[in-house]
């Protein structure tokens, strides 16, 4: 019954992460309205609605420490970007599906060139991830990571202002007093407290500005801290309650909780046509998971850490399993993004396709907690390698 209270409260939680990113996303796209849409949905909305993940890492180190914090922060990262990766897509599928659009609607050239660039960027991140994350890490070691998605910005940046010569004022143009976003409906201030819509508050009467949005992503970004704090919380008294390792209810409770905004901000992309910014965003989302939230973490813990280190792993299974889940991660990457991609597989296709991936997912997870014999033998042979053993 414990266990079920504590759940009540982190589906509350996501609710409330929810509200607030929303507010949070629809603020940075009022600023970088003007960006081409492929590059705005892997850039601001990513980064909209990530910050969970980010406030999540921090908080987890900030309280529990190297090892179980370092966990905590990495299994809600990696959980995360298995989401994004499998599930956001899925639902964006089963979007066009549902609105009955057209079989070739993923098979856009616009679309493929976006899809390619930011799968190549995930893949040589996972890479990275590979190389960078050690049992014992300094302060390079998360700088590294956050260089590699500056570079990504850049690139992006650079790209945008390449094919928006001439074309600026018709990109993401908004009207004054607007975001983009239509209000079919009047809502009272009543309601809009009760949905936390933050945004709709400060721009019910004067409309929105670049101060207001400002405003807006301030106080949004204090309610999405608070949320993740007490998630935090409760997700190591649940892993103590149920006697489960942190590292794996972060990476099924934490990440979908910290997840649900890309969920739902990939969604209203999809059921308004913009699906490249619906799959940028997905995928946009992982990179900054990978580089950001987890760099800028690790980078600050050490700097303002006495020891000068992080401690992430201590004991061989854990690091053992730490490889294997990165390479798990890279393994239902490259099929989840063929499956996209590939020209000649329908929707319908697709989607049952990156659902049964997902599956595969949380059963190794799974296994990984219930301590499974092959899982177990698996993990052995890791430890017994050369690269295993000279790390420890």
């Not at 994004?84 to 493929?112: F, H, M």
């Not at 899809?115 to 960027?121: E, G, K, P």
């Not at 900054?288 to 987890?294: G, N, P, Q, T, V």
Request: proline share 2%; charged share 15%.
């Amino acid at each position: 019954m414990v266990a079920l209270g504590y759940l009540s409260i982190i589906v509350i939680l996501s609710y409330v992460i929810w509200a607030t990113s929303e507010s949070f996303e629809r603020a940075s796209s009022y600023l970088g309205r003007n960006m081409a849409p492929g590059i705005r949905g892997a850039t601001i909305n990513a980064i909209g609605s990530s910050m969970p993940e980010l406030l999540t890492a921090i908080f987890f180190l900030s309280i529990a420490g190297d090892e179980e914090g370092f966990a905590g922060g990495f299994g809600t990262m990696m959980g995360s970007a298995l989401f994004n990766l499998l599930i956001i897509p899925s639902a964006v599928l089963g979007t066009l599906i549902y609105t009955k659009q057209k079989e070739d609607v993923l098979d856009r050239l616009s679309a493929r060139k976006s899809l390619w660039r930011d799968a190549i960027f995930l893949l040589v991140a996972q890479g990275l991830l590979l190389i960078l994350v050690r049992p014992v890490m300094y302060w390079w070691n998360g700088l590294f990571l956050m260089l590699f998605y500056g570079f990504y910005i850049w690139f992006l940046l650079a790209r945008n202002r390449q094919e928006s010569k001439g074309t600026v004022e018709t990109m993401g143009k908004v009207e004054k007093g607007t975001s983009g976003y239509s209000n079919t409906k009047e809502r009272t201030i009543l309601s809009t407290t009760i949905r936390l819509d933050i945004y709709g508050l400060f721009t019910k009467k004067k409309g929105v500005n670049g101060i207001r949005a400002w405003m807006i992503l301030a106080i949004a970004l204090l309610f999405m801290g608070t949320s993740c704090l007490f998630l935090v919380y409760l997700c190591e008294e649940l892993g103590a309650l149920l006697n489960i390792p942190i590292l794996v209810i972060a990476l099924v409770i934490a990440a979908s909780a910290t997840s649900v905004p890309d969920l739902f901000i990939s969604v209203r992309d999809a059921k308004k046509g913009n699906t490249e910014d619906a799959l940028s965003n997905a995928l946009g989302s992982n990179i900054f998971d990978i580089c950001f939230a987890l760099g800028l973490p690790i980078f600050l813990y050490v700097l303002f850490n006495d020891k000068g280190v992080l401690y992430a792993f201590t004991h061989k299974q854990e690091w053992a399993f730490s490889i294997l889940l990165r390479w798990v991660l890279i393994g239902l990457t490259i099929p989840a993004i063929f499956l996209l991609i590939l020209p000649r597989l329908s929707l319908r296709q697709k989607l049952i396709g990156l659902i049964a991936l997902y599956i595969l997912f949380i059963l190794f997870v799974f296994s990984y907690g219930a301590e499974l014999d092959i899982l177990q033998q698996i993990l052995q042979e890791i430890m017994a390698t050369d690269i295993a053993q000279g790390l420890l």
